[in-house]
């Protein structure tokens, strides 16, 4: 995802285009917030939900004003944006007609991304977070680790980008990604590895039931995932294109293959065909083939979500064992997906979709820079999080007091339930105003057991 220079004007259709996908990729944020809520307890839905849902809007915010402006301002010397684009100043609206899609539409989609992939960490501290620590860890996380990691792998000039300021680069390390496998999904993914160490077990973890609580908002949270990624994805053409036609048919592809691969898998090894399992597989897929989406043909998609579908399995079942508790298998699913998913692009990448070949069209090259970029983000982040996490600790604690976690986070945190449940009925008459006559209590019609 290259950004757009002045010289470049606007066209209605690809703008049009990207403001669509823009929005796709905003509603992936409100299924991961289902997704994820569907796994925790019912105790904790509630607080679940909210982590995903508020940073639409902190990071909405902290975007415009220097989030975008840091991630894809003019380099600084391949490491970070400087501030020209500081709130929005000189990022116009509207360009003239040659072609190509308006600033500020570029702006609104890396947004986007911006938003979900701090969202996508929380997965691995569900249930015990301090809210107002959290908001912090947020803040920070997508300034001092988002955004400069946006910078090098899309930002023209950024040390791991394939662009330049003459197209695609020849120089350097041109690691390719074409809309996040490896700034968004690797990046989360080492991140909450480090999240889930410093914020340590939950309460009974390994010892205590903590069976998901609706699996219906799991598979909801998936299928409305699976329809935002063709934004996700699709959008990162940045133009109503062949490039886009391709990574939409890609990106169903191996999601379609994942999900059939890690419910076999699971089937094969449980002997059951796991409903969360065929959701968790569709996600894998698309994890993975989101960085190949602009390079990869749809023959190999299917082989890349196959792959994601049993790998991703395998790692969450081996995080199982290890004790890590990673409460939503962020690092098995989006950190190892991700991976794959970069690893597969440096094979199986042809010029006939995207420019670049890989491994199999006769350049081994390729593979060490996307090996490089994937080593190098994940070393950032993993190290970056973990100091903002010690800081934030030291000085006003990341985690609940143990009272507050075992009351559940909705109440102690958010003073609201996810669910209200009455153990008896409250008739009608109940609930008539005190000014008007009271009806004579009637007996509850009973139901025959058995009958239904």
Request: aromatic share 12%; glycine share 14%.
């Amino acid at each position: 995802m290259d950004e757009i220079s002045a010289g470049q004007a606007l066209s209605a259709a690809n703008t049009a285009w990207v403001l669509a996908a823009a929005a796709l990729v905003l509603f992936m944020t409100p299924g991961l917030a289902f997704f994820y809520a569907g796994f925790v307890r019912s105790k904790n839905v509630l607080g679940t939900i909210m982590q995903s849902f508020i940073v639409m809007g902190l990071v909405g915010v902290l975007w415009v004003l220097i989030g975008y402006t840091l991630a894809f301002g003019p380099s600084q010397g391949g490491i970070i944006g400087n501030l020209d684009f500081i709130f929005l100043q000189d990022t116009p609206s509207t360009l003239p007609d040659d072609g190509t899609i308006a600033p500020m539409a570029f702006m609104a989609f890396q947004m986007m991304f911006a938003i979900i992939t701090p969202a996508l960490i929380t997965g691995a501290f569900a249930e015990r977070a301090k809210f107002s620590t959290f908001l912090a860890f947020m803040a920070a996380w997508a300034l001092l680790v988002y955004a400069p990691v946006a910078h090098w792998v899309f930002g023209t000039g950024g040390w791991l980008s394939p662009f330049d300021s003459e197209g695609f680069a020849t120089e350097g390390i041109n690691a390719l990604d074409f809309a996040g496998g490896t700034a968004i999904h690797v990046n989360a993914g080492a991140a909450a590895l480090a999240a889930a160490i410093f914020y340590g077990k939950r309460r009974g973890f390994g010892t205590e039931p903590m069976e998901p609580h609706n699996v219906s908002y799991i598979v909801l949270g998936a299928g409305i995932l699976w329809f935002g990624w063709f934004g996700f994805n699709a959008g990162s053409a940045l133009g109503a294109n062949s490039a886009a036609v391709n990574a939409f048919v890609v990106t169903n592809t191996a999601a379609a293959a994942a999900a059939l691969s890690w419910m076999f898998v699971s089937w094969a090894v449980t002997g059951k065909a796991s409903v969360i399992g065929a959701a968790a597989g569709a996600v894998a897929g698309l994890v993975a083939i989101t960085p190949g989406s602009g390079f990869v043909e749809p023959m190999p998609a299917i082989l890349i979500g196959a792959v994601a579908g049993a790998v991703c399995y395998g790692a969450v079942r081996l995080r199982a064992r290890s004790g890590l508790d990673d409460s939503l298998d962020v690092v098995g699913v989006h950190g190892i997906g991700g991976l794959w998913g970069g690893i597969a692009t440096g094979l199986f990448a042809t010029a006939a979709v995207g420019g670049v070949d890989g491994v199999f069209e006769g350049n081994p090259e390729q593979m060490g820079d996307q090996l490089i970029a994937i080593g190098a983000v994940a070393l950032y982040s993993f190290v970056v999080t973990s100091i903002i996490l010690k800081a934030l600790d030291l000085a006003v604690g990341i985690r609940v007091k143990d009272e507050d976690e075992e009351l559940g986070l909705d109440v102690t945190q958010h003073g609201e339930r996810g669910y209200v449940f009455d153990d008896v009925g409250v008739p009608v008459y109940n609930i008539t105003p005190v000014s008007a006559p009271q009806p004579t209590p009637q007996p509850m019609p009973q139901t025959d057991a058995g009958s239904a």
